[in-house]
């Protein structure tokens, strides 16, 4: 199989599986407990902790451990709207955020949170302008990802987090798919990220929070995560969380340099006939989402099962729902129909990916030749 779904989730880097190991087969006790065994754990989690702290590069804050992004956005929203003072009653995100974002805003708007999704341009950038237009001193949280999941677009996250503070919104970045991959803004107040997208396991996420922006409590019970998550960590996935942080940190140039070069070869590759979705400047380059006029993008995948590449998000691609983020591009039902995500990272061979590619291609082309 030729992986080409790194947004969806990254294979587990070899260090990962080592480092975790000793903590799934012997180590077994529970991190919170008194004992040596559990001081141990404890200490592991901690330098786990330090590792991704590091790893996200921004000062002022600590993490707290999640069972995944999703969770880490669902608290970082919640409860920020319980903490709201008194005449904070807004929320602004976009259109194209994660459905961990836009579900849990929808919720929110559902007990009362005053909800405004901005649109973006048809590159899939916000208009900063627009955005300052509705700023104002009831917005409580503005709420924007730093990389697109589906097409790898970024977002101006220290303009938009400078609007935000300068009307004293709090602002939450979800960072899952830049984190490890780019440098991270130093501006939000609260930053969600994954660790299985950054070649660590699946199951355990992380909410940075800066100082006195903590939001409150949703998971109620021993209070492990500094009183303000409950439940009993898992140091294999903690510390599996902190290798994979370490190495990304380490390697985020070398793997940026790898992933543009990989970029460009895939380009090449695919030849004529496809559009790129989404703003070619302004991106991360591990992720290229195209279409191409008349292909049935759904056939292509079943066409070519050994190489693994999807419509658009992973939870999308169930849905049969045409995607979010490439109808507020502004593309048309049949354009999102014929768009692909191919998504690339550390472990991707450039031999590989032009062979894909060009594969990929000819397929299209036989596609267009049965349709016509
Ligand atoms: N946000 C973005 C941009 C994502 O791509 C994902 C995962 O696909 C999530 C949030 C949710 O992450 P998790 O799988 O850890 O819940």
């Known amino acids: 199989m030729i992986y080409l779904d790194y947004q969806a989730t990254t294979p587990i880097a070899p260090e990962v599986a080592k480092a975790m190991h000793p903590w799934i087969e012997e180590k077994f006790a529970n991190p919170h407990s008194p004992s040596r065994w559990g001081h141990e754990a404890d200490a592991a989690i901690e330098v786990a902790r330090k590792q991704v702290e590091k790893a996200i590069g921004v000062k002022g804050g600590a993490v707290a451990f999640t069972g995944s992004a999703t969770e880490a956005l669902n608290w970082a929203?919640?409860?920020?709207?319980?903490?709201?003072?008194?005449?904070?009653?807004?929320?602004?995100?976009?259109?194209t955020e994660h459905a961990a974002v836009l579900d849990t805003c929808e919720w929110l708007a559902g007990r009362g949170i005053d909800l405004t999704v901005l649109p973006v341009q048809p590159n899939g950038r916000?208009?900063?302008?627009?955005?300052?237009?509705?700023?104002?001193?009831?917005?409580?949280?503005v709420t924007v990802m730093m990389v697109n999941n589906?097409?790898?677009?970024?977002?101006?996250?220290?303009?938009?987090?400078?609007?935000?503070?300068?009307?004293?919104?709090?602002?939450?970045?979800?960072?899952?798919?830049?984190?490890?991959?780019?440098?991270?803004?130093?501006?939000?107040?609260?930053i969600a990220v994954s660790a299985h997208k950054i070649h660590g396991p699946k199951g355990i996420g992380a909410l940075w929070m800066r100082k006195g922006k903590e939001p409150a409590p949703v998971i109620h019970g021993g209070g492990q995560e500094q009183g303000l998550r409950s439940g009993t960590l898992s140091p294999a996935l903690c510390v599996g969380f902190g290798a994979a942080a370490k190495l990304a940190d380490e390697r985020c140039t070398r793997d940026y340099d790898h992933v543009r070069k990989l970029w460009k070869a895939a380009v090449h590759a695919l030849g004529p006939g496809w559009v790129i979705n989404g703003c070619t400047e302004c991106r991360y380059p591990g992720n290229l989402n195209i279409r191409r006029e008349g292909v049935d993008a759904a056939r292509l995948i079943a066409d070519l099962r050994d190489i693994a590449f999807s419509l658009g998000s992973a939870c999308a691609s169930g849905s049969g729902r045409p995607s979010h983020v490439l109808r507020a591009l502004g593309l048309d039902y049949r354009q999102t129909r014929s768009s692909i995500r191919l998504g690339f990272g550390r472990y991707t061979t450039q031999q590989e990916l032009v062979d894909a590619c060009h594969r990929i291609a000819r397929a299209a082309v036989e596609q267009e030749k049965l349709d016509a």
Do not use: W, Y
């Open 77 to 95: 929203l919640k409860g920020t709207v319980e903490k709201a003072p008194k005449g904070r009653n807004r929320i602004i995100t976009l259109a």
């Open 126 to 141: 916000l208009d900063l302008e627009l955005l300052q237009r509705e700023l104002d001193d009831r917005v409580l949280l």
């Open 150 to 190: 589906e097409i790898g677009v970024t977002q101006p996250i220290t303009d938009i987090a400078r609007r935000a503070h300068e009307v004293g919104a709090v602002m939450l970045c979800d960072a899952v798919q830049g984190f490890g991959r780019m440098e991270i803004s130093n501006d939000p107040d609260l």
